[in-house]
């Protein structure tokens, strides 16, 4: 089956703790994304990457890095210098940036207290 | 002016009836639009694309684009309990990249 997975489901941490969030795609797109949702808010984009070792912040990117070291592979780091990390993370790729579909993983629950 | 806006709702509309969803986009050298259903606690879905002026029809949805007016719209005939979900409109910017809209919860009466 082809998709895009995300793990963990839900994630615990305390305040001060870098966590870094999994996603991996075998769609063979090259281009992946990471967004925020939080309640009654749109998708916000963190980071993007439209080829390997390659990816560019976007509108929200303070307090988060990435790493594109393989085409299936785009994890998320949320440092302690993000100041409100607690927020639904979804993941998604497509075949090439811009104009093409997005297609999403399931998405981490992150919760820092 | 929101480069993708929304109303965010909720709307209702009654089983079996037809659910009209709309949105409007600020760039106008935009090229693909989509719509997204997101289910409450989960991740959006997409349902459909459009890229030309018209109509698109996939079952019982229908995206009308509109770009001289700079708005699309997602209808869903025959509406049913399962539709009730919120719907996200998302459009591409001349830089590529993809901008969402905040989505309009749709409540499907039975």
């Known amino acids: 089956d082809g998709g895009i997975t995300q793990s963990p489901k839900y994630l615990f941490r305390k305040e001060g703790q870098n966590v870094t969030l999994s996603c991996e795609q075998n769609l063979n797109h090259d281009a992946m994304y990471w967004y925020r949702q939080d309640p009654g808010q749109g998708l916000r984009l963190i980071y993007y990457?439209?080829?390997?070792?390659?990816?560019q912040k976007g509108d929200i990117a303070e307090g988060y890095s990435v790493s594109r070291e393989k085409k299936e592979s785009f994890p998320l780091t949320v440092t302690s210098a993000q100041k409100n990390p607690t927020a639904f993370y979804l993941c998604?790729?497509?075949?090439?940036?811009?104009?093409?579909?997005?297609?999403f993983g399931p998405g981490t629950r992150l919760t820092v207290t | 002016q929101k480069e993708v806006e929304q109303n965010s709702g909720p709307l209702s509309v009654p089983e079996g009836a037809i659910a009209s969803l709309n949105c409007t986009y600020s760039?106008?050298?935009?090229?693909?639009f989509f719509w997204y259903r997101q289910y409450s606690g989960k991740s959006p879905e997409l349902i459909m694309s459009?890229?030309?002026?018209g109509d698109k029809e996939d079952g019982r949805f229908t995206a009308q684009l509109n770009k001289a007016s700079q708005y699309v719209s997602l209808l869903i005939r025959d509406s049913q309990p399962s539709d009730s979900a919120t719907y996200l409109c998302?459009?591409?910017?001349?830089?590529?990249?993809?901008?969402f809209g905040k989505g309009t919860r749709l409540h499907i009466l039975p």
């Open positions: 760039d106008r050298g935009s090229q693909s």
């Open positions: 998302a459009v591409n910017k001349r830089d590529d990249k993809i901008i």
């Open positions: 459009i890229y030309s002026n």
């Open positions: 998604a790729s497509s075949r090439q940036g811009g104009g093409y579909e997005q297609y």
């Open positions: 990457s439209q080829i390997v070792n390659d990816f």
